[in-house]
């Protein structure tokens, strides 16, 4: 499939249950993270962790591709993945927060966008 069409996959996925199911799942981190982090000492910690994991996936997964040319960019893969990880991760939020379809339409059309630059 390929490392771009993975990383569109995951928007396309999202956009899909939403307009499926009228909601979307996020992932346990995030949730977790915005209820409580910095409250409880231990959930903090393991948060950090996982966060850190899911960083460190991506890292790895579009270095992977720039070596093999997919990705001709040389900025820093933890830049590009930190971007799409908080883009991706805005626009779940968004789409829970009940944001208008343009504007979800939109947030697509950026990582679509920011994917595409990333890949000339």
Partial sequence: ????KTMLALTTM???EFRNTGKVKDCLVVNSGQE???KYV????????????MQELFVEFIKEAQEAGEIPT???AKMIAGRYMNTL???IVSIQAGAS??????IVSSLKEMLEFLFL
Avoid: R
Avoid at 1 to 4: A, C, D, L
Avoid at 101 to 106: K, N, R, S
């Fill in 14 to 16: 999202t956009l899909d």
């Fill in 42 to 53: 231990d959930l903090s910690n393991k948060i950090t962790i996982e966060f850190n994991f």
């Fill in 74 to 76: 040389k900025k820093s």
């Fill in 36 to 38: 409580c982090y910095n």
């Fill in 89 to 91: 991760n805005g626009f």
């Fill in 101 to 106: 379809t343009e504007l979800i339409e939109d």
């Fill in 1 to 4: 499939m390929g490392i771009k």
